[in-house]
């Protein structure tokens, strides 16, 4: 099984700030990890996964997240952030040991960013 | 178009109103899926699908049915709603295998039970 802590529920920042959204997670199997983001009344959208290889990936609209073995860490910056980031962002895991597709989520980071 | 589309966006209701939510994708993914998202919980499974007639239980089952009579197809039943499951509903859907095989995700579906 495997658990996902978000370190933050909310996290406000003034524009063109950076930004760090933490997130650890727990897994007894090796796990792929990802970064979701909610805009206000949208649905999910993959923001950047880790699948294999180099640990820091690139995703859209500027995030990159660093994923850390050792820490079981897998957290989400942006060195300049704009208004419209502002969005609750879920960070998630699978396991790449069976077939299914079953995520586990994160509780959730709330990112305000004031102008 | 490649998508997972979820019916009905949104939905008020009275405790114990037998409802459905249909989720439907167009990608021939064999595993599909049903989240609930609430607040400082994040998502968390409700129900998910391997193939046509085989389902499962995830991490919140109580209260829900599904049932997966067509590939395309994983409706998620209310049969005696309550307050408790107002929430924001996620359909999702993927291919299975080995490796990686991105999740796709309905527009959600917000119902409230009065």
């Known amino acids: 099984a495997q658990s996902v802590t978000q370190l933050d529920s909310q996290v406000p920042v003034f524009e063109e700030a950076p930004v760090e959204l933490r997130c650890n997670y727990s897994?007894?199997?090796?796990?792929?990890l990802f970064w979701y983001v909610q805009y206000p009344n949208q649905g999910l959208q993959l923001l950047l996964k880790?699948?294999?290889?180099?640990?820091l990936v690139k995703g859209i609209n500027g995030f990159e997240a660093e994923f850390n073995k050792s820490q079981t860490s897998f957290h989400l910056r942006k060195p300049s952030v704009h208004i419209s980031d502002t969005a609750e962002y879920f960070c998630?895991?699978?396991?790449?040991?069976?077939?299914?597709?079953?995520?586990?989520f994160g509780e959730g980071t709330q990112l305000t960013v004031n102008p | 178009e490649a998508q997972v589309t979820q019916n009905p966006r949104y939905l008020i209701t009275v405790t114990g109103k037998k409802l459905t939510v249909t989720c439907s994708q167009n990608?021939?993914?064999?595993?599909m899926s049903w989240y609930r998202q609430d607040p400082g919980l994040g998502l968390r499974q409700i129900y998910y699908?391997?193939?046509?007639?085989?389902?499962d239980k995830g991490d919140v089952p109580e209260g829900y049915k599904v049932s997966r009579k067509e590939k395309r197809n994983f409706p998620l039943i209310l049969e005696s709603p309550s307050p408790n499951q107002t929430s924001l509903y996620f359909c999702?859907?993927?291919?299975?295998?080995?490796?990686?095989?991105?999740?796709?995700f309905g527009p959600g579906t917000r119902l409230t039970v009065l």
């Open positions: 699908s391997m193939n046509v007639e085989v389902t």
């Open positions: 998630a895991v699978r396991s790449k040991e069976t077939s299914g597709s079953r995520l586990t």
């Open positions: 880790y699948l294999s290889g180099s640990t």
């Open positions: 999702a859907s993927s291919f299975l295998g080995q490796g990686y095989n991105e999740q796709f």
């Open positions: 897994s007894s199997v090796s796990v792929y």
């Open positions: 990608m021939n993914h064999e595993y």
